[in-house]
């Protein structure tokens, strides 16, 4: 695994060194995952590069220095605790409904020593009430489709803000379905960019979404409509 990942890191122009840190985030959640569902992944070349590579590319997508970034359903800490492992000059706040993900996050972000992270155990849609355009970034993987994804997310960002989605390379239909939602909610996607994960043939991609204007006081909705009648 550590070859895997001082390479890939090499490639994608981030820290090489910091390769075993994030090896032993991979062996945090290898071993918890023995005794709670935290991921399918589990041969470790794969979850080299599926999870912490894949999380790692987001780095090149957006200027994150001195930002507040929130990971919204970040599940394992995905793509959370890599980018706040490979970097630290941003606030960091990991949000999940799943209280028992939450505890491991704490458990792990402790152990790896990680500061300026929050581990939040919270429905997106609810904390949303608290936290409104609070965050520069929102990122997020493997959570919802996106006209979803977006109630769930762009109420958290403020005006000038951006959501970087990270989608799979196929996701064109889903992104035709969420335009409407995504200018009801004041986004405005500006960038689509797919990558290769390295030593890989997989390609995944990054939906940027500007906050161009504040979300209307009515959304995000509860979860029952926002699922039942998606934007
Ligand atoms: N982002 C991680 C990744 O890429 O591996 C986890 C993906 S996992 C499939 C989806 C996660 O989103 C779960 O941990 C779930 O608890 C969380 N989730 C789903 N809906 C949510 C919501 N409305 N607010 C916060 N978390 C949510």
Redesign the pocket.
């Given at each position: 695994m550590l070859d895997i990942l001082r390479a890939g890191l090499a490639a994608l122009g981030l820290d090489p060194t910091k390769a075993e840190s994030l090896a032993a985030f991979a062996d945090d959640v290898l071993e918890r995952n023995r005794v709670m569902n935290l991921?399918a992944i589990t041969e470790p070349a794969d979850f080299a590069r599926l999870?912490l590579l894949d999380?790692a590319a987001l780095l090149n997508m957006a200027d994150f220095s001195g930002k507040r970034v929130v990971?919204?359903?970040?599940?394992?800490?995905?793509?959370?605790v890599p980018l706040r492992i490979l970097r630290d000059d941003f606030d960091l706040t990991l949000?999940?409904?799943?209280g028992k993900?939450i505890d491991f996050l704490r458990e792990a972000c402790a152990s790896l020593s990680l500061t300026r992270v929050d581990c939040v155990h919270?429905?997106?849609?609810?904390?949303a009430a608290a936290q409104r355009e609070h965050f520069d970034i929102a990122v997020?993987?493997?959570?919802?489709a996106l006209p979803v994804l977006c109630e769930?997310c762009l109420p958290l960002v403020r005006v000038g803000g951006q959501f970087l989605a990270?989608k799979s390379a196929r996701s064109d239909e889903e992104l035709d379905a969420a335009r409407h939602a995504i200018g009801t909610l004041g986004g405005r996607v500006v960038r689509v960019t797919d990558y290769e994960i390295p030593d890989s043939d997989v390609t995944h991609r990054v939906i940027v979404i500007d906050k161009v204007s504040p979300t209307p006081a009515k959304y995000p909705r509860a979860?029952g409509q926002i699922k039942k009648k998606p934007l």
């Amino acid at each position: 695994m550590l070859d895997i990942l001082r390479a890939g890191l090499a490639a994608l122009g981030l820290d090489p060194t910091k390769a075993e840190s994030l090896a032993a985030f991979a062996d945090d959640v290898l071993e918890r995952n023995r005794v709670m569902n935290l991921t399918a992944i589990t041969e470790p070349a794969d979850f080299a590069r599926l999870h912490l590579l894949d999380s790692a590319a987001l780095l090149n997508m957006a200027d994150f220095s001195g930002k507040r970034v929130v990971d919204v359903g970040t599940g394992a800490g995905f793509p959370g605790v890599p980018l706040r492992i490979l970097r630290d000059d941003f606030d960091l706040t990991l949000l999940d409904s799943t209280g028992k993900r939450i505890d491991f996050l704490r458990e792990a972000c402790a152990s790896l020593s990680l500061t300026r992270v929050d581990c939040v155990h919270a429905r997106a849609e609810e904390f949303a009430a608290a936290q409104r355009e609070h965050f520069d970034i929102a990122v997020s993987r493997a959570v919802a489709a996106l006209p979803v994804l977006c109630e769930l997310c762009l109420p958290l960002v403020r005006v000038g803000g951006q959501f970087l989605a990270m989608k799979s390379a196929r996701s064109d239909e889903e992104l035709d379905a969420a335009r409407h939602a995504i200018g009801t909610l004041g986004g405005r996607v500006v960038r689509v960019t797919d990558y290769e994960i390295p030593d890989s043939d997989v390609t995944h991609r990054v939906i940027v979404i500007d906050k161009v204007s504040p979300t209307p006081a009515k959304y995000p909705r509860a979860f029952g409509q926002i699922k039942k009648k998606p934007l």
